[in-house]
């Protein structure tokens, strides 16, 4: 017989409440936390995680890993988000450590600036086998000049990781039109180059 033994405690995030299989029941993220601790068990387990983007134009990361990194041993994880509404947003079965999953703005664009409301994230293990301890990672980050990642709702026309001008991106994310570079820059004004 197989014993399932709950989440482990984990320094940071907050532990998984079972059962949590689907949206209505899912385990909400608590207040200063980096995510969650959880396990699947039995075989077949699926976690759903409630996440809430506060502030319309928020960027998430999510990523699945073992406790003290890396992906948990016999893991093959699927990683799903979706949107208040129930349609899917984004997905992933290993795009992060090992066979672990990650979604993120860089691979994921759909996860760049979303709308305010509950998210949920589905974690499945696709061997079918229990996994006894892993962590949900999640980073939800207002818009932010300077962080590499183009937020057009928020005003950015590039975002070129650094906050100097004279780079071809100005220090507040707007692209810098230098005549005679050979590039018409229209958005910068310029009408040809």
Request: net charge negative; glycine share 12%.
């Amino acid at each position: 017989p197989i014993t399932c033994d709950g989440a482990p405690d984990v320094a940071g995030y907050g532990p998984e409440d079972e059962p949590n299989a689907i949206a209505a029941i899912a385990t909400p993220l608590v207040d200063g936390t980096q995510g969650f601790s959880a396990s699947i068990c039995p075989p077949g387990d699926i976690d759903v995680f409630a996440i809430p983007i506060t502030s319309p134009g928020e960027s998430l990361r999510l990523e699945i890993k073992a406790a003290g990194g890396g992906c948990p041993p016999g893991a093959a994880t699927r990683l799903r988000l979706f949107a208040p509404d129930g349609s899917l947003v984004a997905q992933d079965t290993s795009g992060g450590d090992g066979q672990c999953s990650l979604i993120s703005p860089q691979s994921h664009p759909a996860v760049l600036s979303l709308p305010a409301g509950t998210f949920h994230a589905q974690v499945e293990n696709l061997n079918f086998t229990k996994i006894d301890a892993y962590v949900l990672d999640v980073l939800a980050q207002a818009p932010s000049c300077g962080d590499a990642l183009i937020q057009a709702p928020a005003g950015e026309q590039c975002d070129d990781g650094n906050n100097v001008s004279g780079d071809g991106c100005t220090a507040d994310c707007l692209i810098e039109a230098v005549c005679g570079d050979g590039i018409a820059h229209f958005v910068a004004g310029e009408q040809c180059d």
